[in-house]
């Protein structure tokens, strides 16, 4: 686990137990604790006997990035998990976590997290739903996986963006202009977490997008624009050869 701030790379930690339970069920934490053989969580998320060690050096390390103003280089991703349960990939929601240990390190009134992930972060958005302190938004393909987060589902602090397959930088950026920006301005957020995920790339085999590598390095840019304190963390992105150049053009857009 790697946590970048302006192309300086240090270790990441481990979550404590206390920092899971800011968003996680004692249940949810002690049950990726005490696996020992393999474990499928759902179709898609398996548990073994090392997952607690990496889903906590995960979440750990997206504390960090919050608290010092770096990018979590990290898997397993962690936007899709929900308080209860594991859930695509997903073991412990890593943004969330650091979402809420950076309001109770820091003493943050106000904490946006914006998730550029090809998917809807709907574990990010449940654990945030009823809580008016945390702004979350989320740019990604609608409809896919897993099914939420169509035009209907917004609220007073949860604003989804859905866009159509087939998207582009021309559109990403338009929609962040247009609706991202406005509301996170609107917001006033003392720090703004980035759930940065690459899988809208256009060669990422599970979505139907077409963002560039120059794409993502203006996202990152804007949100970087959107406050003084900003955080970031990885989500998606399953091109493996491509990922490493994405990541580091967002470093670019986010250090610019």
């Given at each position: 686990m790697l946590l970048a701030h302006q192309h300086i790379w240090s270790e990441g930690r481990a979550a404590t137990v206390d920092e899971l339970l800011l968003c996680h069920t004692p249940e949810h934490v002690e049950l990726i604790r005490s696996v020992e053989d393999g474990l499928w969580l759902d179709g898609e998320t398996v548990c073994t006997a090392t997952?607690?060690?990496?889903?906590?050096?995960?979440?750990g390390?997206?504390?960090e990035a919050a608290l010092r103003g770096g990018f979590a280089l990290v898997r397993p991703p962690g936007h899709h998990a929900l308080a209860g349960r594991a859930m695509g990939f997903c073991i412990f929601n890593n943004v969330a976590v650091a979402a809420r240990a950076?309001?109770?390190?820091?003493?943050?009134?106000?904490?946006a997290i914006l998730d550029f992930d090809v998917h809807h972060g709907n574990g990010t958005e449940?654990?945030?739903?009823?809580?008016?302190?945390?702004?979350f938004v989320s740019l990604h393909q609608w409809p896919l996986y897993p099914g939420s987060g169509g035009p209907d589902d917004q609220a007073e602090t949860t604003l989804n963006v859905p866009l159509r397959p087939g998207s582009g930088d021309?559109?990403?950026?338009?929609a962040f202009a247009r609706a991202v920006e406005p509301a996170v301005v609107r917001f006033e957020p003392e720090l703004v977490l980035v759930s940065a995920g690459f899988d809208a790339?256009?060669?990422d085999p599970l979505s139907d997008m077409r963002v560039t590598e120059d794409g993502f390095r203006e996202l990152a840019r804007r949100c970087s624009a959107l406050s003084d304190?900003?955080?970031a963390v990885l989500e998606g992105g399953y091109e493996l050869?491509?990922?490493p150049g994405l990541v580091d053009a967002a470093l670019d857009g986010f250090t610019s």
């Amino acid at each position: 686990m790697l946590l970048a701030h302006q192309h300086i790379w240090s270790e990441g930690r481990a979550a404590t137990v206390d920092e899971l339970l800011l968003c996680h069920t004692p249940e949810h934490v002690e049950l990726i604790r005490s696996v020992e053989d393999g474990l499928w969580l759902d179709g898609e998320t398996v548990c073994t006997a090392t997952t607690f060690e990496a889903a906590s050096l995960a979440a750990g390390t997206a504390t960090e990035a919050a608290l010092r103003g770096g990018f979590a280089l990290v898997r397993p991703p962690g936007h899709h998990a929900l308080a209860g349960r594991a859930m695509g990939f997903c073991i412990f929601n890593n943004v969330a976590v650091a979402a809420r240990a950076a309001q109770e390190r820091l003493g943050l009134e106000r904490v946006a997290i914006l998730d550029f992930d090809v998917h809807h972060g709907n574990g990010t958005e449940a654990i945030f739903r009823e809580d008016d302190s945390v702004l979350f938004v989320s740019l990604h393909q609608w409809p896919l996986y897993p099914g939420s987060g169509g035009p209907d589902d917004q609220a007073e602090t949860t604003l989804n963006v859905p866009l159509r397959p087939g998207s582009g930088d021309e559109e990403y950026l338009e929609a962040f202009a247009r609706a991202v920006e406005p509301a996170v301005v609107r917001f006033e957020p003392e720090l703004v977490l980035v759930s940065a995920g690459f899988d809208a790339h256009y060669l990422d085999p599970l979505s139907d997008m077409r963002v560039t590598e120059d794409g993502f390095r203006e996202l990152a840019r804007r949100c970087s624009a959107l406050s003084d304190r900003i955080g970031a963390v990885l989500e998606g992105g399953y091109e493996l050869e491509t990922l490493p150049g994405l990541v580091d053009a967002a470093l670019d857009g986010f250090t610019s």
